[in-house]
């Protein structure tokens, strides 16, 4: 149906930056609800960045620092991560669903899932 291949984490320092990128295929990219999830050893799935076209949706934790987006153009969503923290640490997910009316921050409300790209914030 869909399917999600994710890029770009890696190691780094507490205040840098890192842009993980999202490659879909399989619907269209318009008809999608995306989101962006983050899971740390132990813990739960965390919701990160939502997006339908131009609007975007973001919790208080990441709120100012992250930044969701898509270029149609290449059928890619983004998550752009500024001001990095430690507690930014963990497997960071990309995940679709056709538009829905559903809820944006809970994960069983997506139906496809990426792989799954470790970021680790050092100090």
């Known amino acids: 149906q869909v399917q999600l291949v994710e890029s770009g984490g890696g190691l780094v320092q507490a205040g840098g930056s890192l842009r993980l990128s999202c490659a879909v295929s399989?619907?269209?990219?318009?008809?999608?609800?995306m989101g962006w999830f983050r899971q740390a050893p132990g813990k739960e799935r965390e919701f990160v960045a939502w997006?339908?076209?131009?609007?975007?949706y973001y919790p208080d934790s990441v709120k100012g620092r992250f930044t969701i987006s898509r270029d149609n153009a290449k059928n890619t969503v983004y998550l752009q991560m500024n001001s990095l923290k430690t507690e930014d640490t963990a497997v960071y997910y990309c995940?679709?669903?056709?538009?829905?009316?559903?809820?944006?921050?809970?994960?069983?409300?997506?139906?496809?899932w990426g792989q799954g790209t470790q970021v680790t914030v050092s100090s």
């Open positions: 995940a679709a669903r056709l538009r829905s009316g559903r809820s944006a921050s809970d994960a069983a409300a997506y139906d496809y």
């Open positions: 399989g619907r269209t990219f318009s008809s999608l609800d």
């Open positions: 997006s339908r076209s131009i609007t975007t």
